[in-house]
């Protein structure tokens, strides 16, 4: 079983680890700090250093337990290594997923609205909501009320909870994505504002956010409504 770095902390940007399988270009470490896709959340990029050199990671993902990584180059079984996080581009999906958050938790707050898809690119994220009485000009409020948030500058901050300690309310999709042998859940909460289950990376603050401008909505049925959003600020730290 892979440890997965991220989890505690998503500034981390590079580590080091153990190759415990290597085949046709793909590995698994026995720890890594690379974002596996999932959850609306794209996979991380970035290398992996060997004593032949570096390879390119341009793929991750789970398969069962394990955290497969996707290279160009063979990497030796039991070779140890060293990761290095493509950090722009992650700090960018760190920004939009707690952006998405933040909009998530106006949206059931305000509108009792639950999330039925997300999904963050590079240029750009989304959600879709399970939502039916919501007009057109009421985006302008709802975009105000995301900034507004990000302005305040509250904590994000992670925690893990027992599965039986885990309320209802802190479930924001419409079907529960938490797989049954799950114990532990993983929170996220913005201060004073809003808790999820959450298993993706979050930056710590959420002025580290940036202005959001919601860039696109629309109406993809009576109980489907989707929200676009674009991160106005370029940043990195």
Request: proline share 1%.
């Given at each position: 079983m892979t440890e997965l770095l991220y989890l505690k902390d998503s500034y981390l940007k590079d580590f080091e680890a153990l190759v415990i399988e290597s085949k046709e270009r793909k590995i698994v470490l026995d720890r890594t700090a690379f974002y596996p896709q999932g959850g609306g959340q794209p996979?991380?990029?970035?290398?992996?250093?060997?004593?032949?050199?570096?390879?390119?990671?341009?793929?991750?993902?789970?398969?069962?337990?394990?955290?497969?990584?996707?290279?160009?180059?063979?990497?030796?079984?039991?070779?140890?290594?060293?990761?290095?996080?493509?950090?722009?581009?992650?700090?960018?999906?760190?920004?939009?997923?707690?952006?998405?958050?933040?909009?998530?938790?106006?949206?059931?707050?305000?509108?009792?609205?639950?999330?039925?898809?997300?999904?963050?690119?590079?240029?750009?994220?989304?959600?879709?909501?399970?939502?039916?009485?919501?007009?057109?000009?009421?985006?302008?409020?709802?975009?105000?009320?995301?900034?507004?948030?990000?302005?305040?500058?509250?904590?994000?901050?992670?925690?893990?909870?027992?599965?039986?300690?885990?309320?209802?309310?802190?479930?924001?999709?419409k079907v529960n994505l938490i797989p049954p042998n799950i114990k532990e859940v993983r929170i996220v909460e913005i201060e004073g504002f809003d808790a999820q289950a959450d298993g993706g990376t979050h930056v710590k603050n959420t002025k580290e956010v940036g202005k959001v401008k919601i860039h696109n909505f629309i109406n993809k049925g009576k109980h489907n409504k989707r929200i676009e959003i674009i991160l106005e600020d370029d940043r990195s730290i």
């Open positions: 996979s991380d990029e970035g290398e992996i250093h060997f004593s032949r050199g570096k390879a390119y990671v341009f793929k991750v993902y789970k398969l069962e337990d394990k955290v497969i990584h996707e290279v160009d180059k063979e990497i030796d079984e039991k070779e140890r290594v060293k990761g290095i996080i493509n950090w722009p581009l992650r700090y960018l999906y760190m920004r939009y997923h707690t952006a998405l958050h933040i909009l998530s938790g106006i949206m059931y707050h305000s509108y009792k609205a639950l999330v039925t898809s997300s999904q963050i690119y590079k240029d750009k994220a989304r959600l879709d909501f399970d939502l039916q009485d919501f007009k057109r000009e009421e985006i302008y409020k709802v975009e105000d009320e995301v900034n507004r948030i990000i302005k305040e500058g509250r904590e994000v901050k992670i925690k893990f909870v027992a599965r039986e300690e885990v309320l209802k309310d802190l479930i924001r999709t």
